[in-house]
């Protein structure tokens, strides 16, 4: 029982991937295939962050059933038993089909965490990534995204759709916080070694370019920095105008101190 | 008569006289050989007596040639001319003129122009004063009154005391009070305003503005009564000092000899640590003897002192087992916070989440305006790339700052609200006066007019009879103005004056 309890003052947090790919079936597959509507074949994935050297998939460096129990995706109730749970590693569902939809991802921990399960979501991409994809929250309407022709799209090669996050334990037991020290993380790696193109995300237009290139993409911790660049860039152009604005205030605010003063004298 | 050996030789012609010349001979010339060589800077018959040692006579060699003048490297002449410049940190165009080589570069700046540093000097805005400003000492006219003196005499702290002018019924403030109050305001604006870069420089700036107002005074007084001291309070200090560093002497002589008394006495059982252990350098120097010694030492001289061994325990051994668990921690993923000290309360525990669930958001009433802001400069506040820890701290400074530019920027419109309203009251007040002087104002009244009721603009309108065309204008545009009390542009950012 001493185990059980809780270290106070720790978190500890283990990085993690969730997204998938996709490809479109070629006709040859699609003949063959039992749903002639399907236009392609899709994988959606729990994984670690760091990638494999020398492995074609995003991430999965480390193997996440030391602390992961199961992991439960719930896909579009047209599919036959839309709730797949994966109890062992790889925690990933392959599928064909041919719409985009939200798929719900429920990660159950060992019982050693004592946590509940986290759920997340993740929306399912097919059709390739095109510069017409405005930021989520913009006020016009985003324009739709063309979707090319089977021919343009299988050119443009597999489409990836990847979240980094970080799952969060705070105040771990005791038994729990060991189970997770034996597995410690790898590292991400500063930049790609192989030279694998950074994923794409909506947040980062740039990463568009690198994407289309084609190749697995490789989650690294120059994204991370890259972003940290970004936002202390932000940060400094609003300190700069705030500064600015500051100093108008200031202005203002005599100004107005001297027609109170001359308003005062009249009266 | 002299019998000459030689004589002698030949007289009874014995032949061995060839072999003695023969002997004698190298031996002269060996001799001569050593003085043939001519030693130079000094007489011979002292180099023969210092002999061929080289520092004495290096030493001798280097001694300065006083006869002739040094010559400082310009051999040739150099020519002067006489140059007009200007002073980069002058802000008039004045020009003036100095004699300067003509070799010089004629294009360099004016060296001296880096030296003019100007102090920062901080301003605040009336919410930053009621808001962590205020002081019960300090009224806000005697702040701002203050920041401009110091401002105007550039810190120079004896001459602001002697400008600075207290309020007629204000307490006298002394040098220190002033240092005190400024550097104090200038801590509070640093720490509540929003700050590029990292934590550690602001700390340093932070550091720079400390000001500590008794210990200033108390130094201030201690140096003035060391000063005031009189001739005989000087000599009695001396002669107290020189007591108490024989006092310490004899301490320690009778500390030893009572040492070395014990340990003969008793030997092994005196409790006196090894003399090998006291004695021995290099044991002193490796951390464990040197802790060790100390320990000891510390438990003999002064055993009332527990506390010294107690404090000298600790620090070494969790130094190293900070600087390890760090990589640990790094490795791991690991995050230490000081637990909350009241384990009173029920500690509630957080669940696990992913980190992305956790992201600052801005608050409700201005949410619209701050993300609109972010995403004029690329960053969407909802969605992280990559979501560490470091990343959504830094999201949570971006945040912050935003939040406060979109808070100076309402400001400013209520500021600018007001003296538009001011202006129209000023120009009803003073219309019965002069028209001439005022006629720059009529244009903002009728623009001010506008912007508060739509029934002043029309009385005003008519009293401006040659400027109607105009006014019209500008009161369709003002009034439009007005309508929007509060008016935002679509682009936050770049928003006119």
């Known amino acids: ?267 | 008569m002299a019998v000459s050996a030689s004589d002698i030789r030949s007289a009874l012609s014995l032949p061995s006289s060839s072999t003695l010349v023969q002997s004698t001979t190298p031996a002269p010339r060996k001799s001569q050989g050593q003085i043939t060589k001519k030693p130079e800077g000094i007489s011979r018959e002292l180099y023969a007596l210092i002999g061929p040692s080289a520092p004495s006579l290096v030493a001798h060699l280097a001694k300065p040639r006083l006869k002739q003048k040094p010559n400082f490297g310009s051999g040739g002449k150099v020519k002067w001319e006489w140059r007009p410049f200007r002073n980069a940190g002058r802000t008039d165009s004045l020009q003036l003129g100095h004699w300067v080589k003509a070799a010089d570069d004629p294009g360099a700046e004016y060296p001296f122009t880096k030296y003019n540093v100007q102090s920062q000097s901080y301003t605040y805005s009336q919410e930053e004063y009621t808001r962590f400003l205020e002081d019960k000492d300090w009224t806000k006219d005697e702040t701002d009154h203050l920041f401009n003196v110091v401002r105007e005499y550039d810190t120079r702290w004896y001459v602001v005391h002697d400008r600075y002018e207290p309020p007629p019924d204000g307490p006298t403030r002394s040098l220190e009070d002033l240092k005190d109050r400024y550097y104090s305001v200038c801590r509070k604006l640093i720490r509540n305003r929003p700050w590029t870069g990292d934590e550690a420089s602001k700390a340093q700036l932070l550091n720079s503005y400390q000001f500590d107002k008794d210990r200033e005074r108390m130094r201030k007084d201690y140096i003035a009564s060391l000063e005031d001291r009189t001739p005989e309070e000087i000599a009695e200090e001396e002669a107290l000092f020189i007591e108490l560093k024989r006092l310490e002497q004899n301490e320690r002589k009778f500390k030893k000899e009572r040492d070395e008394l014990l340990r003969t006495l008793l030997g092994i059982d005196s409790g006196l640590p090894d003399i090998v252990a006291e004695e021995d350098g290099l044991s002193a120097l490796s951390a464990e003897g040197f802790k060790k010694r100390k320990k000891n030492a510390n438990e003999i001289e002064i055993p009332s002192t527990p506390s010294n061994i107690i404090s000298l325990g600790p620090p070494p051994p969790k130094r190293a087992h900070s600087a390890k668990s760090a990589a640990y921690d790094a490795q791991h993923c690991i995050l230490r916070v000081e637990p909350p000290a009241s384990s009173t309360t029920k500690i509630t525990h957080t669940p696990v989440h992913l980190r992305s669930f956790k992201l600052p958001a801005p608050k409700a009433a201005l949410l619209p305006k701050v993300t609109q802001a972010l995403t004029e400069l690329g960053i969407n506040p909802t969605r992280l790339v990559m979501p560490t820890r470091e990343n959504c701290t830094r999201l949570e400074s971006l945040i912050e700052a935003t939040t406060a530019l979109i808070d100076t920027k309402k400001v400013v419109d209520r500021v600018e609200q007001d003296i538009r309203v001011l202006r129209v009251r000023l120009g009803r007040a003073s219309e019965g006066a002069e028209e001439d002087g005022k006629e720059g104002t009529p244009m903002e009244v009728d623009g001010g007019a506008g912007a508060g009721a739509d029934v002043d603009a029309d009385a005003d309108a008519d009293a401006e009879g040659e400027v109607d065309g105009r006014a019209q204008s500008i009161l369709s545009t003002r009034s439009g103005r007005g309508r929007k009390q509060v008016r935002y542009s679509s682009q936050i950012l770049s928003m006119p004056i």
């Open chain 1, 1 to 267: 029982m001493a185990d059980r309890v809780r270290v106070r003052g720790v978190t500890i947090h283990r990085p993690i991937i969730y997204g998938n790919t996709a490809t479109v079936l070629t006709p040859a597959e699609r003949e063959t295939s039992h749903y002639q509507d399907h236009t392609h074949r899709w994988t959606v994935a729990v994984r670690s962050a760091p990638s494999a050297p020398d492995s074609d998939i995003v991430g999965g460096a480390d193997d996440l059933g030391y602390f992961i129990k199961r992991v439960t995706f719930k896909l579009h109730d047209t599919y036959p038993n839309p709730t797949r749970n994966i109890d062992k590693p790889p925690f990933e569902v392959s599928e064909t089909g041919w719409g985009e939809f939200e798929i719900q991802i429920r990660i159950t921990y060992v019982a050693e965490s004592g946590e509940k399960a986290t759920t997340l979501y993740h929306h399912l991409k097919l059709h390739p990534w095109s510069i017409a994809f405005s930021l989520p929250n913009a006020s016009a309407v985003p324009p739709e995204p063309e979707i090319p022709s089977p021919e343009n799209a299988a050119k443009l090669g597999p489409v990836h759709s990847w979240q980094y996050d970080e799952i969060v334990f705070t105040d771990p037991f005791q038994n729990f916080l060991t189970l997770l020290t034996t597995h410690p993380p790898t590292p991400l790696p500063k930049t790609s070694v192989n030279k694998k193109p950074i994923p794409f995300h909506s947040c980062n237009p740039a990463s568009l370019e690198a994407s289309l290139k084609g190749g697995v993409p490789e989650f690294t911790s120059a994204m991370e920095k890259d972003e940290a660049d970004r936002l202390e860039e932000a940060k400094g152009k609003i300190i700069k105008e705030q500064e600015k604005w500051r100093g108008i205030l200031i202005e203002r605010e005599k100004e107005l101190e001297r027609l109170q003063k001359l308003l005062a004298s009249k009266e």
